[in-house]
């Protein structure tokens, strides 16, 4: 990411789509952390303004597209003024507006995603197997599932161009998908085995194949093992550990195609000893130091 250049801060304080209530909690409480002023813009906060309910058998839908929405809005505004975007969630759901809004800002042609995390979330309500919004978030950023949700992103994300990265949790669904568009996986395994170089090696290529000049990275904290990060809803084991998520998250940081991220899932309430959020913070402090 380019030295010099504001980063607007825009906390998403959605916690409901999920299987467990408090990512909104956990979003204001990453937020509230953070020191602004001279390159750190507090671009305000997006706090639901629908009521939670369940329509078309999807929990939360209304609630997911108003915040998505209001994010995507927000974060275009920033995008315009040149700076970089870190959107502290909440439910990761509310990816689906930041993406939308940098692949919109910088098309779709040379734009990537990074996405960090043990789950794909690009589910759709056909192949979902717990209905959950925050599984098909990606899914509606590539022009699929749901078409409210997918109205969202009125530029489409090309699948091609996006790589998961921590994977260990893909339902057979997604997995079709990946396999069908092509995506790019590096398996949470794979990290652990081959080492944290041989995985950044993998990222560097993927973006030099698919010719990414810009680049979207989203970080969900379940990425990294229970053991270490148990404040999180989703929790699957066999993750990364935190020296190594760490270790990705600095390189990633450092490249200046990089031009927004989001940091979502942290769960207060399902914590120990702070350790999440400790977590949490250093991946704040890596992109705002
Ligand atoms: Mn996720």
């Known amino acids: 990411m380019t030295e010099n250049r504001k980063t607007a801060v825009i906390g998403t304080y959605m916690g409901s789509a999920g299987r467990v209530p408090?990512?909104?909690?956990?979003?204001?409480?990453?937020?509230?952390?953070?020191?602004?002023?001279?390159?750190?813009?507090?671009?305000?906060?997006?706090?639901?303004?629908?009521?939670?309910?369940?329509?078309?058998?999807?929990?939360?839908?209304?609630?997911?597209?108003?915040?998505?929405?209001r994010l995507r809005d927000?974060?275009?505004d920033a995008f315009r003024a040149g700076e970089f975007v870190l959107n502290v969630g909440g439910d990761h759901a509310c990816a689906l507006g930041s993406i939308a809004a940098a692949c919109a800002a910088f098309g779709p042609e040379h734009f990537g995603v990074l996405y960090l995390d043990a789950h794909g979330d690009i589910n759709t309500p056909e192949t979902s197997p717990s209905g959950n919004i925050h599984g098909m978030s990606l899914a509606a950023?590539?022009?699929c599932g749901d078409p409210e949700l997918q109205a969202v992103a009125p530029v489409k994300v090309r699948p091609c161009n996006v790589l998961f990265a921590g994977t260990r949790a893909l339902d057979p669904g997604e997995q079709a998908l990946v396999d069908e568009e092509r995506m790019g996986v590096i398996m949470a395994h794979d990290i652990r085995f081959f080492g944290?170089?041989?995985?950044?090696?993998?990222?560097?290529k993927f973006l030099w194949e698919r010719q990414i000049h810009h680049l979207h990275f989203s970080i969900d904290i379940d990425v990294v093992d229970p053991g270490e990060a148990p404040g999180t809803g989703v929790r699957v084991k066999h993750g990364l550990r935190a020296?190594?998520?760490?270790?990705?998250?600095?390189?990633?940081?450092?490249?200046?195609?990089?031009?927004?991220?989001d940091l979502v899932e942290f769960i207060p309430a399902l914590d120990r000893k702070g350790r999440t959020e400790r977590l949490c913070r250093e991946v704040l402090d890596a992109f705002l130091a």
């Open 74 to 76: 927000r974060a275009a």
């Open 196 to 204: 944290v170089e041989a995985a950044l090696e993998r990222i560097w």
């Open 22 to 69: 408090g990512a909104d909690l956990g979003a204001r409480r990453l937020k509230e952390s953070i020191a602004f002023g001279g390159a750190v813009r507090d671009a305000g906060d997006i706090i639901p303004a629908v009521d939670p309910g369940t329509r078309k058998g999807l929990r939360n839908l209304d609630r997911a597209l108003d915040v998505s929405c």
């Open 141 to 143: 950023a590539l022009g």
């Open 243 to 261: 020296e190594e998520f760490l270790e990705i998250v600095h390189a990633v940081r450092g490249l200046d195609i990089l031009r927004s991220a």
